[in-house]
Every structure is written in structure tokens, then in C-alpha cells.
């Protein structure tokens, strides 16, 4: 009846993966709050916003698996029939934000290191590479990319012990056996597809965006550290003030982002290497993924405190929202007992 690979899985996936989650929905959620602010649309707050919303998501996919490592949860029979029907859907639906998001990040990366060293050839791109023509493009084609994910296993469920005990075996639609000794009812071309299809994922969703990350991430902090020097209080920024005052914000902009994306490179790229290693050996990954697993959503936990850190306007800002929120609460509660 367990749902664990082994007590290893279980001890990393069941218990340090939910608390990881709550705290990086309710972090994103934060931080979605406050670069939604209508006086803080800019370009690079709503792809880091949109970040925050691919996060989420990928938090609230992963719980079920979490939730699978429960003796309260393998042993119900609704649960096992959700997780049976569904698993494979909801890993889909994991890659598929996974690799959204790790576009995004490299999106995010280029458009800051774009903007600090050519500021002016992002005017005359900024038409037609809107965020929200940019996100469509990543969130379509990580789709395509990931879709076979959806299609590549078919599965058999069967009930034993009177009904009370559900069971799910799966086979790749490629295996040479199947259910009942039977010969595989699916075509060559669903065959090639499922053999083709992590290969090219592996490549254009894992290394291909990793890679580029880590090499623009590392353009990013050099630049930064030359442009440091700008902003030392012995030496001052010649000509039109207004144009200091932007290029500074821009900087602290460019702190946070890199921030953000550095903590992505060190938290997705053993996960990205061990999922690019697994396409190509077959081999038991089970504890080694579960680390991986536990690294990629730290990261994504991480945000907001990373914001917290690097931004004094992103905590000026929460801090002035939150009080808001508190006085229009407390303003309610007292109109409401004053009609009382």
C-alpha cells in the first residue's frame, strides 16, 4: 500500500516538502502583492510577478506528492484513486511550470543585463516584446515541450481485498510488454514520440535555459560590479540628474534581480543536471531526484526573502501595505460593532 519508493523518499518528500511549500506560497503571495501595485507595473515587476505566479503554481502541484507519503492519505481509497488517475497529469503540469519558470529567469536575467548596458535599444524593442507577449511565447512553448508528459505512461488501475484497496500500474507507451501479456496497441509513432520527446525536453527545457542563465547571471554580476563604482559616495554622476536618479534605481533593480536569479542558479542546476543525466542513463535516481527536489523548491521558497533582503523599497513597501490593511480591518470592525 505504500506510495514511497523507499523511507529516504519519504522522510524528504512527506516531511520537509510541505513546510517548504506553505512557506513559498505564502511568500509569493507576498510578493505578488506588492509588484502588482499599481504604481510599480513596471517591465521587470510583472515578469518577476508572473515568476511568482509560475512558483506558485509549481508549490501547489508538488503538495500532492507530498501528501502521498501519509499513511492518512495512501491508505484512503479517494486519495488513491485521485492520485492513481491524476499522477501523471499533475507531473506534467510540474515540468510544464517548472520550465516556465526557468525561462522566465532567463528572460528576466538578459532584459536586466539588456537595460544596464544598452539602455536605449530597449525603447525600441519594448513594442512588440511586451511581458505580455514574452510570457506567451515561454508559457506555449514550455506547454509544447512537456506535453508528451501527459501521453507517454498508460495505466491500469484494479481493486483488491472486497474494494478497499485501489492499485495503479503504468507502463511506457513504448514497452515491449504489456497488460495481460497483450501486444502494444499503440503506433510507432507514439512509440518514437515517447522515446524522442524527453530528449529534446532535457535539452531545450534543462540544459539549453540553465546553461544560458548561469553564463548571462555571471555577465550580470560583472557588469554590477563595474557599474558599483558609479554609485560610490566620492564620486557623482555627471549631467542631467533625472538620468543619475533612474540609473540608480535601475541598479537596485538589477541587485534584486540578480539575487534571484543566482539563487535559482545554485537551487535548479543539480536538479537540471540529474534530470539531463536520467534521459540518457537509466538508473535508480529515486534519492538523488528527492534531494534535487527539495533544492528546487527551497529556491522557489527563497524569493521572498530574497526580496526582503536585497530590496529596501520591496519592504518599505510591504510594511506600508500591511499597515493599510490592518487599519481598513480594524476601520471595519469598529463600524461594524458602532451599528451593533
Known amino acids: 500500500m505504500s506510495l514511497s519508493?523507499?523511507?529516504?523518499?519519504?522522510?524528504?518528500?512527506g516531511t520537509v516538502i510541505p513546510i517548504l511549500v506553505l512557506f513559498g506560497i505564502s511568500g509569493n503571495i507576498l510578493?505578488?502583492?506588492?509588484?502588482?501595485?499599481?504604481n510599480l507595473r513596471t517591465r521587470s515587476n510583472q515578469l518577476l510577478a508572473c515568476l511568482a505566479v509560475a512558483d506558485i503554481v509549481s508549490l501547489i502541484v508538488i503538495l500532492p506528492h507530498s501528501m502521498a507519503h501519509y499513511e492518512m492519505f495512501e491508505t484512503a481509497l479517494w486519495f488513491r484513486k485521485f492520485y492513481g488517475m491524476y499522477k501523471l497529469h499533475i507531473m506534467a503540469v510540474t515540468n510544464w511550470s517548472i520550465a516556465t519558470a526557468t525561462w522566465l529567469v532567463f528572460v528576466i536575467c538578459l532584459e536586466r543585463l539588456i537595460i544596464i548596458k544598452y539602455p536605449l535599444s530597449v525603447r525600441k524593442q519594448a513594442k512588440f516584446f511586451t511581458p505580455r507577449n514574452v510570457v506567451t511565447i515561454i508559457v506555449a512553448t514550455a506547454f509544447v515541450l512537456t506535453s508528451y508528459n501527459h501521453v507517454s505512461h498508460s495505466c491500469a488501475a484494479k481493486l483488491f481485498c472486497n474494494g478497499t484497496q485501489y492499485h495503479v500500474a503504468c507502463l511506457q507507451i513504448d514497452s515491449e510488454r504489456w497488460f495481460r501479456n497483450e501486444p502494444n496497441p499503440n503506433s510507432e509513432f507514439m512509440k518514437s514520440l515517447v522515446r524522442i520527446a524527453p530528449q529534446v525536453n532535457a535539452i531545450f527545457v534543462v540544459l539549453i535555459p540553465v546553461v544560458l542563465v548561469i553564463i548571462f547571471n555571471v555577465m550580470l554580476i560583472l557588469t554590477l560590479r563595474q557599474r558599483q563604482k558609479l554609485f560610490e559616495p566620492s564620486k557623482?554622476?555627471?549631467?542631467?540628474?533625472?538620468?543619475?536618479?533612474?540609473a540608480?534605481?535601475?541598479?537596485?533593480?538589477?541587485?534584486?534581480?540578480?539575487?534571484?536569479?543566482?539563487?535559482?542558479?545554485?537551487?535548479?542546476s543539480p536538479s537540471?543536471?540529474?534530470?539531463?543525466?536520467?534521459?540518457?542513463?537509466?538508473?535508480?535516481?529515486?534519492?538523488?531526484?528527492?534531494?534535487?527536489?527539495?533544492?528546487?523548491?527551497l529556491g522557489k521558497a527563497l524569493n521572498f526573502?530574497?526580496?526582503c533582503l536585497s530590496s529596501a523599497s520591496f519592504r518599505q513597501r510591504l510594511l506600508m501595505q500591511t499597515k493599510q490593511g490592518i487599519m481598513r480591518k480594524s476601520t471595519r470592525y469598529t463600524s461594524v460593532a458602532a451599528h451593533v
Open 5 to 13: 519508493v523507499n523511507s529516504t523518499e519519504g522522510v524528504l518528500i
Open 31 to 38: 510578493n505578488l502583492t506588492v509588484l502588482l501595485a499599481p
Open 236 to 246: 557623482t554622476i555627471r549631467g542631467d540628474l533625472q538620468y543619475g536618479s533612474q
Open 248 to 268: 540608480k534605481t535601475e541598479h537596485k533593480v538589477t541587485i534584486t534581480v540578480t539575487a534571484i536569479v543566482t539563487c535559482f542558479t545554485i537551487t535548479q
Open 272 to 297: 537540471a543536471f540529474v534530470t539531463f543525466l536520467s534521459s540518457y542513463i537509466h538508473r535508480d535516481w529515486v534519492t538523488l531526484s528527492a534531494i534535487c527536489t527539495i533544492l528546487v523548491v
Open 305 to 307: 526573502v530574497l526580496f
